[in-house]
């Protein structure tokens, strides 16, 4: 009987094992948010990259619970709403690539420094979850990750433990580049190469801008 309850449930238990590896796969790889957590450690340390994580991680849960709701399929079904989210983040992805465009040019190299131990928690916070809230695809991310979760005829509630174990990884992968790459040595390594990485930083948010803006305007 125990033998026969393990091999019904397999099927099942291979499912959220696919969805909780979709969702470490995409939330853990180097995307906008992930590199503006490593430049703000290895920058400004790691109070305010561990504050500008926590913003990030809210804006992934706020997606994660309307997807376990199936708000965010309509929203993505509803073209108008997804276009303009998609020209509001282009635009702010741009804006973050010209401030790290201006820190690589600035012959100082504790410009952001200064800046990041200017801004508030408060301001940081709600830097990272704009950053979170304004990016159309994680609407997109959380709707698939949540889809491939559930096998047809499972019980709706399943979404919620499919959202509950992205949620607690999301913990682990936000935070964990705030802390390892706050470390002395990272810091180290940015200090040596300041230009290159906010140069870098400012290449990804450009592109990512600009994609998002490109895709905009094709989706008219």
């Avoid at 939330?27 to 703000?40: D, H, V």
């Avoid at 804006?59 to 399929?73: D, E, M, R, T």
Wanted: with cysteine.
């Amino acid at each position: 009987m125990a033998a026969l309850e393990a091999w019904l449930h397999a099927p099942l238990a291979a499912q959220l094992a696919l969805a909780w590896t979709t969702y470490l796969i995409g939330a853990g790889s180097p995307g906008p948010s992930n590199m503006a957590i490593m430049g703000m450690a290895m920058n400004a340390g790691r109070r305010p990259a561990l504050w500008l994580a926590s913003g990030i991680l809210c804006g992934s849960w706020f997606w994660g619970v309307l997807a376990a709701l199936g708000i965010s399929q309509l929203l993505a079904s509803f073209s108008t709403g997804l276009i303009a989210m998609k020209v509001l983040c282009g635009l702010y992805l741009l804006w973050l690539a010209f401030k790290s465009a201006r820190v690589a040019c600035a012959p100082h190299a504790d410009l952001q420094a200064t800046q990041a131990a200017k801004a508030t928690p408060r301001q940081l916070y709600l830097r990272g979850l704009g950053m979170h809230l304004t990016n159309p695809k994680a609407v997109l991310a959380w709707m698939s990750t949540v889809t491939v979760g559930i096998p047809a005829g499972a019980s709706p509630h399943l979404a919620w433990v499919v959202v509950a174990g992205c949620m607690v990884m999301g913990v682990g992968i936000f935070t964990g580049y705030a802390l390892a790459f706050s470390t002395p040595a990272a810091r180290r390594v940015y200090a040596a190469s300041r230009r290159w990485m906010e140069g870098l930083l400012a290449a990804v948010f450009g592109l990512a801008g600009l994609q998002l803006l490109r895709t905009s305007t094709h989706a008219h």
